[in-house]
């Protein structure tokens, strides 16, 4: 089983100030990679695919690269609206089995 | 634009059966290529991917929850169901149906569902 692992479990940042997430995979996943925004209450939304394309409807200001085994999600400059957990995934063919990260909390410092 | 919705018990006695099912709005559930996915997640917690079928009905599932896992289709009623056996507590989740070829691009709203007696 490939294991994802985020950094950092929770990030601090000002409104307007630009916030970096990182993720691990234990093995390559090429970029099999998708990060997911989450709200309370709510299910989780996808945000980048394929590593770092955007899906639909996702504003420029959250960008994703990496590939192999380190990927990033950054947030240019943070609206009140990105404060949220974020979650990674991966998708790799083989074996046929998804895995998601722990989420990294991002909170208003 | 495709909407699920997961619906079924709230509550399941520890060892019963948990059920639920997903429909599929706004598009037909058999039509393009796409996998129908069970996720979970417990209060607090973070995302645990259950497992999938395709519109062939090929499946694949989480191998820590395989042996108690089935999932299934019915294409006359575009819905997709899950059966998980034998639950205990831990088991407590909201549970989310989605759709996506690898990433999960649509979700439904989840629903929770507890085991307790």
């Known amino acids: 089983e490939i294991v994802m692992t985020q950094s950092p479990a929770t990030l601090s940042v000002s409104p307007g100030e630009r916030a970096t997430l990182s993720c691990r995979a234990s093995?390559?996943?090429?970029?099999?990679l998708a990060w997911y925004q989450q709200k309370p209450g709510q299910a989780p939304r996808l945000l980048i695919y394929?590593?770092?394309t955007r899906a639909t409807g996702i504003p420029a200001r959250f960008s994703g690269s990496g590939s192999g085994t380190e990927f990033t999600l950054t947030i240019s400059s943070l609206q009140s609206e990105d404060f949220a957990v974020y979650y990674c995934?991966?998708?790799?063919?083989?074996?046929?089995?998804?895995?998601f990260g722990q989420g990294t909390k991002l909170e208003i410092k | 634009q495709v909407q699920l919705q997961e619906s079924g018990p709230g509550l399941v006695k520890p060892s019963q059966t948990l059920s639920l099912t997903c429909t599929v709005s706004?598009?037909?559930?058999?039509?393009?290529?796409?996998?129908w996915s069970w996720i979970r997640q417990p209060a607090g917690k973070g995302l645990e991917w259950i497992g999938r079928?395709?519109?062939?009905?090929?499946?694949n599932y989480n191998p820590s929850l395989k042996s108690r896992v089935t999932i299934s289709v019915d294409t006359s009623k575009n819905q997709f169901s899950l059966k998980l056996s034998s639950v205990t507590a831990a088991d407590t989740a909201v549970y989310y149906c989605?759709?996506?070829?690898?990433?999960?691009?649509?979700w439904g709203q989840g629903t929770l569902v507890t085991v307790s007696s």
């Open positions: 995934q991966q998708y790799n063919n083989w074996p046929p089995l998804y895995t």
């Open positions: 706004g598009g037909s559930i058999s039509s393009g290529s796409y996998y």
């Open positions: 989605a759709r996506g070829i690898g990433q999960l691009a649509n």
């Open positions: 079928i395709y519109t062939s009905g090929s499946t």
């Open positions: 394929g590593a770092s």
């Open positions: 093995q390559s996943v090429s970029s099999n």
